[in-house]
C-alpha cells in the first residue's frame, strides 16, 4: 500500500494550499481516509476523515470552516483544501486509511503514506 502525499508548501497567513494524497495497492472505496498533521515538536493529530464512499466528513474543531476534505474514488484519490491559514497550521501533513470517519486516534488507522509539509508565515 502507498499513500503519496502532494501539494504542501510556503504560503503567507490567509492564504490557500490544496493537499493531494494518491492512494495504490488497496481497495480505496472500501477506505476511510483521513490526515493527520505534526506540528515541529508535537505529536501527530487528527486534522479531518472522510467515509469510503464520501458522503461523511469529520473535522478537528480549529480546521471546521476553514478546511475542506473530499475523495475522487475513480482516481484514488483524496484532498484536503485549506484555506484562511494560519501559522498554527504550520506542520507535516500525512495522508491515512481506516476504518471508520468517526476514528481520531492515530492506532485506528492502518495505511500512513510520507507527510508534505506546509509552512505559513504571518
Known amino acids: 500500500v502507498q499513500l503519496q502525499a502532494s501539494g504542501g508548501g510556503s504560503v503567507q497567513a490567509g492564504d490557500s494550499l490544496r493537499l493531494s494524497c494518491a492512494a495504490s495497492g488497496l481497495t480505496f472505496s472500501g477506505y476511510a481516509m483521513g490526515w493527520f498533521r505534526q506540528a515541529p515538536g508535537k505529536g501527530r493529530k487528527f486534522v479531518a476523515a472522510?467515509?469510503?464512499?464520501?458522503?461523511?466528513?469529520n473535522y478537528e474543531d480549529s480546521v471546521k470552516g476553514r478546511f475542506t476534505v473530499s475523495r475522487d474514488n475513480a482516481k484514488n484519490a483524496v484532498y484536503l483544501q485549506m484555506n484562511s491559514l494560519k501559522p498554527e497550521d504550520t506542520a507535516v501533513y500525512s495522508c491515512?486509511?481506516?476504518?471508520?470517519?468517526?476514528?481520531?486516534?492515530?492506532?485506528?488507522?492502518?495505511?500512513w503514506g510520507q507527510g508534505t509539509q506546509v509552512t505559513v508565515s504571518s
Open positions: 472522510i467515509s469510503s464512499s464520501g458522503g461523511t466528513t
Open positions: 491515512v486509511a481506516g476504518t471508520s470517519v468517526w476514528a481520531i486516534r492515530q492506532s485506528d488507522y492502518t495505511y
